[in-house]
T-cell receptor, first 116, second 111 residues
């Protein structure tokens, strides 16, 4: 069964360093999401792509976060510089435009970021 | 402001009983409401979607209701099992696949 891939699974970095996360959505899924989830909270949308275009990045802290999906397939989320408050799980999800029954999002395993 | 509320306290129930989880929202007009399951250290997994014009949706031991007047959805797991122990997230879907998640309710089914 097709899955959303994310790497790395775990990342420890010092504050003020740069960090990047990678996501490969399910083949054919046009919509890609990046979420941040703090322990005990629900996923918070950072950015949503439709193909290579950004649909929603209203909650993305643009002074330090950037995201791209250059060819409309895989995506990279970058933080520079990292701050202690960025410690969280970063989840990537994808969905198909053709799924009008459930609008199901398929999530990857996430990247657990710890900033020291 | 827009808000989604789920029981922030964990819900403990005895095996075999029906678990009922609540999702309330304010200042939203969602087209659909979804429920996801999340196990520790893993991404959420989709369970069910219910549309604004549907009162109830069932899937195996799961039942979801959606009351747009009360702005509330109830999620039921009948004949609960220890394997149902997880965090359950409700999510509101508006516009073009714009999804907003609640904080989730942790369910513990006690053998």
């Amino acid at each position: 069964e097709a899955e959303v891939a994310q790497s790395p699974r775990y990342k420890i970095t010092e504050k003020s360093q740069a960090v990047a996360f990678w996501c490969d959505p399910i083949s054919g899924h046009a919509t890609l999401y990046w979420y941040r989830q703090i322990l005990g909270q629900g996923p918070e949308l950072l950015v949503q792509f439709q193909d290579e275009s950004v649909v929603d990045d209203s909650q993305l802290p643009k002074d330090r976060f950037s995201a791209e999906r250059l060819k409309g397939v895989d995506s990279t989320l970058k933080i520079q510089p990292a701050e202690l408050g960025d410690s969280a799980m970063y989840l990537c999800a994808s969905s198909s435009d053709r799924d009008r029954e459930t609008y199901e999002q398929y999530f990857g395993p996430g990247t657990r970021l710890t900033v020291t | 402001s827009q808000k989604i509320e789920q029981n922030s306290e964990a819900l403990n129930i005895q095996e075999g009983k029906t678990a009922t989880l609540t999702c309330n929202y304010t200042n939203y007009s969602p087209a659909y409401l979804q429920w996801y399951r999340q196990d520790p250290g893993r991404g959420p997994v989709f369970l069910l979607l219910i549309r604004e014009n549907e009162k109830e949706k069932r899937k195996e031991r799961l039942k979801v209701t959606f009351d747009t007047t009360l702005k509330q959805s109830l999620f039921h797991i009948t004949a609960s099992q220890p394997a149902d122990s997880a965090t359950y997230l409700c999510a509101l879907v508006r516009g073009y696949q714009k999804v907003t998640f609640g904080i989730g309710t942790k369910l513990q089914v006690i053998p």
